[in-house]
């Protein structure tokens, strides 16, 4: 038999409620009701005093501490409206708590208190001690302390001092019980204050089954979009803080923005996710000023487990992100040890000019294209300016020069500027996995060393195996570099898995699919991306690629030309309108005669891949140019090298020596 708790459960009895005073569950007739955390103390508090005014300033010394930022009035006001609507209760027509005007509030119907003390014996490692033989009779001490002890408040119009003499005679006799005990060796905690009701940190029944979580895009609901990184940068803090909760799967930001700006059905999202919880939130910006509200919610039956309201200057967003993450991460997980605390609190920096800046970063770099990977380089820079030691925002600077590298950036340059910002961040925080993952594109794609590479991604999963951006990195070069088409699906199916809604992963999927040579497959996955998702860009890139593989030119320039439109890239939407031209002139030899004709144009005045104008050439038929690119491509290290053996586009060429020294050249496997 298990031994009982030490501490004593305290119920109130009012109309057709029960309400226990520890966990702050609130019954009706035996069934519960939903009552979020903070409205449960704030009842908790006025039914430990029936007929009295708790005034406002009470309310909030006993519940919102000083060192808590929040609107206390906005918060005091919704915890009443919760509980009213709790107990079918009206402001207007009050049955159970009447509203003071500007000074508090009083339950004022009658309550029935239950004191249950529960015990245990000190001596005998938490046997019950009482009954020492099966079906003894126990004791008058026995019975006295093994009995609720109740007492009925009755209704609050009678004189103070009636009140004070109950409640003495409750004392006394929990007080004899408790004494006789206490002379058989028998421990009985001592009755709960006010105060421990109401800030008694207790697991929520979420505690145990909250296995998963995601935090959905919060609100912006200033009416500025200028303030949109903020709102973004918060659900990215707190997506990348919850990450270092124990036991605790955190849905990534590529799963979750889906739904930014949509009005939601929590469990539907909850159950599309696959999760047990759901973080909303809202935040609202004027001036210097900043408001954040922030709910739990759980998906299993639509409850609001907690919620607060937070108010600072902008200059307090550090403490105040510091104050959501740490109440959260309290509420999912109460027995966090101080290392623990401290892992899931660390934001990097304790410049909030650095901070805003770090987060600016981030929402311009989420925007994938080349302008806006600049504006990311610049606040990134700027963060740094403010904080040599802001590992992060060295991060986020390899994130930054490594995508553009991909996104028509120069190759020699931004690869190793993305590199040196890896290896800065690493030697600030050793702790961060996703510079790694960095740094194995880089020296698999820019130092084609796919073992140096390789190893990168392997620490990066080490550190963080439910990483799956660096897992569908790591698995899209391997299928690069040929010859492990399976390994590279099995890797990138478990970057799905890990975050089935990202449509970067999604991406990833159909990528590796083509590399396979699994056009069908790749096109049944990037058209399912793409209807779900409208304006993702990408998609109708790696549609253009499949449907090439097969050979269905119409489609392939339907989706060129998508692509174009969506990228927002002059370049991609010039080159789908020439392979347009060119094919309605001469099919589809005249469009990749049209083709050629605007890369090399364009590189007159920019950087322009030598690689895929080789690509073009080797589609063509004409080896000689097609080599004489990828020689030049190599000359200015282009990434895309690093796909020579998997390329399709490349296979009329792989019988020529000339490829197999260039394959040699790259130290790709032969």
């Not at 919880?277 to 709910?295: I, M, P, Q, W």
């Not at 030697?427 to 020296?443: I, M, R, W």
């Not at 195996?465 to 890797?491: T, V």
Request: hydrophobic share 40%.
């Amino acid at each position: 038999m298990s031994a009982p708790s030490t501490t004593s459960a305290t119920k109130a009895r009012f109309a057709v409620f029960e309400f226990d005073l520890r966990t702050r569950e609130l019954l009706k007739y035996g069934h519960r009701i939903r009552l979020q955390d903070q409205p449960g103390r704030l009842l908790a508090l006025l039914l430990c005093r029936p007929g009295e005014l708790v005034t406002q300033d009470e309310i909030r010394r006993e519940l919102w501490p000083d060192d808590i930022f929040v609107d206390y009035e906005h918060g005091l006001h919704r915890s009443i409206n919760k509980i009213r609507e709790a107990l079918a209760d009206s402001a207007a027509q009050p049955r159970f708590i009447e509203t003071r005007a500007r000074a508090g509030y009083r339950f004022s119907a009658p309550v029935e208190f239950i004191v249950e003390p529960l015990i245990q014996t000190a001596a005998t490692n938490g046997r019950t001690d009482i009954g020492t033989k099966p079906g003894a009779i126990p004791t008058d001490e026995e019975a006295v302390a093994s009995s609720p002890v109740v007492i009925t408040e009755l209704h609050t119009t009678q004189p103070r001092s009636l009140l004070t003499k109950r409640a003495a005679v409750l004392a006394a006799v929990v007080g004899v019980a408790a004494l006789g005990l206490a002379l058989r060796g028998v421990h009985i905690s001592a009755p709960l204050t006010a105060r421990e009701l109401t800030h008694r940190g207790l697991d929520l029944p979420l505690s145990t089954a909250a296995v998963s979580i995601a935090v959905l895009p919060f609100t912006n609901v200033s009416g500025d979009v200028n303030s949109d990184y903020l709102s973004d940068g918060i659900t990215e803090s707190l997506i990348a803080s919850l990450t270092h909760v124990p036991e605790l799967k955190v849905k990534s930001r590529n799963s979750v923005f889906r739904y930014k700006g949509k009005d939601v059905d929590v469990q539907k999202v909850g159950n599309e996710l696959g999760v047990s919880a759901l973080v909303s939130g809202r935040l609202t910006a004027h001036g210097d000023n900043v408001e954040v509200s922030a709910e739990l919610t759980d998906v299993r039956d639509n409850t609001e487990i907690w919620g607060q309201h937070y108010s600072g200057k902008s200059t307090d967003i550090i403490s105040l992100q510091q104050q959501i993450v740490g109440d959260l991460a309290g509420k999912l997980r109460s027995k966090l040890s101080t290392s623990e605390k401290q892992q899931v609190t660390k934001l990097g920096t304790q410049n909030p000019e650095a901070y805003e800046l770090y987060l600016k970063g981030r929402y311009s770099w989420n925007k994938r294209t080349s302008p806006a990977l600049e504006t990311a380089i610049s606040y990134f820079n700027q963060a740094i300016d403010k904080d040599p030691g802001y590992a992060l925002a060295y991060s986020g600077l390899a994130d930054a020069y490594g995508v553009l590298a991909q996104y028509g950036g120069t190759p020699s340059e931004n690869f190793l500027k993305s590199n040196a910002a890896a290896r800065k961040a690493l030697e600030l925080d050793a702790t961060l996995a996703h510079p790694h993952a960095v740094l194995g594109t880089s020296e698999t794609a820019y130092d084609w060393d796919s073992a140096g590479g390789e190893a990168e991604y392997k620490k990066a999963l080490e550190l963080d195996p439910n990483d799956a951006m660096a897992r569908a990195w790591y698995a899209s070069d391997i299928g690069m570099i040929g010859g492990r088409e399976q390994e590279a699906l099995a890797e990138v199916n478990r970057a799905h898995q890990l975050d089935p809604l990202s449509p970067i992963i999604s991406t990833a999927v159909g990528e590796v699919h083509i590399l396979a040579r699994q056009y069908d497959e790749a096109i049944a996955v990037d058209k399912k991306l793409a209807n779900e998702n409208p304006t993702f860009a990408r998609a109708h890139f790696c549609l253009a690629q499949a449907y090439w593989g097969k050979r269905m030119y119409p489609q392939v320039i339907e989706e060129w030309k998508a692509y174009g439109l969506l990228s927002g890239n002059r370049g991609d939407s010039d080159f789908a309108s020439a392979l347009e031209q060119g094919f309605r002139s001469a099919g589809w030899k005249g469009a990749l005669t049209k083709g050629i004709e605007t890369r090399q144009a364009q590189r007159k005045t920019g950087y322009q891949s030598a690689f895929m104008i080789a690509e073009l050439y080797a589609d063509l038929g004409d080896k000689d140019q097609a080599f004489r690119w990828l020689n030049t491509a190599y000359q200015e290290r282009d990434w895309l090298l690093v796909h020579l053996r998997a390329n399709f586009r490349l296979a009329p060429l792989r019988s020529d020596p000339r490829f197999a020294e260039l394959v040699r050249k790259v130290g790709l496997p032969q």
